[in-house]
């Protein structure tokens, strides 16, 4: 069935720094691809998201692109905060969506 | 306008109780999805429902868990007969219709989840 893998945290930044988390995904088809953000203590919220190959998703400075060749959909962005401090998903999916594991990012002062 | 509200936020449980879970959608939502969260893994499809019925159940484990989202009042996720492993975050999810390619995701209201503990 279809999946995703991302890598594992945490992740630990110094403020400032470039942001790269991976995401993999196995899938028939073309799935939507996501990335949702989980702060501490509240729900998800879709950080950002790309409906086809090629598409480059970007939301508050985050990007991610849609890589069909490479099974792919990377999250960046060039410059960390604090405030970035949270649990990220990556999911696929345009019914019910699949979710990986979340990556915990911690973002030093 | 309220998010998505799920009560409790905690609940603990010695093993053989029964867990109720419950999730108002947002104003106006009339599709419900439940998620599980096991510790160091990702969310996992539960169910998904509409007002009074069940759409899709492929991730509810076969015995002692139900839901239901009644045409008054929050759909609840109920576990009977609790053991060690059912402790996790249930997240619920809310949206105006249903996710498809051409109404996206984007309207995925998650709630702050339910954590249950059983002893």
């Known amino acids: 069935g279809d999946s995703v893998t991302q890598m594992e945290g945490p992740v630990t930044l110094s403020e400032e720094a470039f942001l790269t988390i991976n995401c993999t995904y196995t899938a028939t088809g073309y799935p939507s691809l996501f990335w949702y953000v989980q702060y501490p203590g509240e729900g998800l919220q879709l950080l950002l998201k790309a409906t086809k190959a090629d598409d480059k998703g970007s939301n508050k400075g985050f990007e991610a692109t849609y890589r069909k060749e490479t099974t792919s959909f990377h999250l960046e962005k060039g410059s960390v905060q604090v405030s970035d401090s949270a649990v990220y998903f990556c999911?696929?999916?345009?019914?019910?969506?699949?979710f990986g594991k979340g990556t915990r990012l911690h973002i030093l002062p | 306008n309220a998010g998505v509200m799920q009560n409790p936020r905690h609940l603990v449980r010695r093993r053989g109780q029964e867990a109720r879970l419950r999730c108002s959608p947002m104003k106006g939502h009339s599709h419900v999805y439940w998620y599980r969260q096991l510790p160091e893994e990702g969310l996992k499809f539960m169910v998904y429902?509409?007002?009074?019925?069940?759409?899709?159940e492929s991730g509810m484990p076969k015995e002692r868990f139900s839901a239901e989202f009644p045409k008054e009042g929050p759909s609840i996720l109920r576990i009977q007969q609790v053991v060690r492993g059912d402790s996790a975050a249930y997240f619920c999810?809310?949206?105006?219709?249903?996710?498809?390619?051409?109404?996206?995701?984007?309207?995925?209201?998650f709630g702050s989840g339910t954590q249950l503990s059983v002893l």
């Open positions: 429902l509409q007002k009074e019925n069940i759409i899709d």
């Open positions: 999911a696929l999916g345009d019914d019910k969506i699949i």
């Open positions: 999810a809310s949206s105006l219709n249903s996710g498809t390619v051409s109404s996206p995701n984007e309207k995925l209201f």
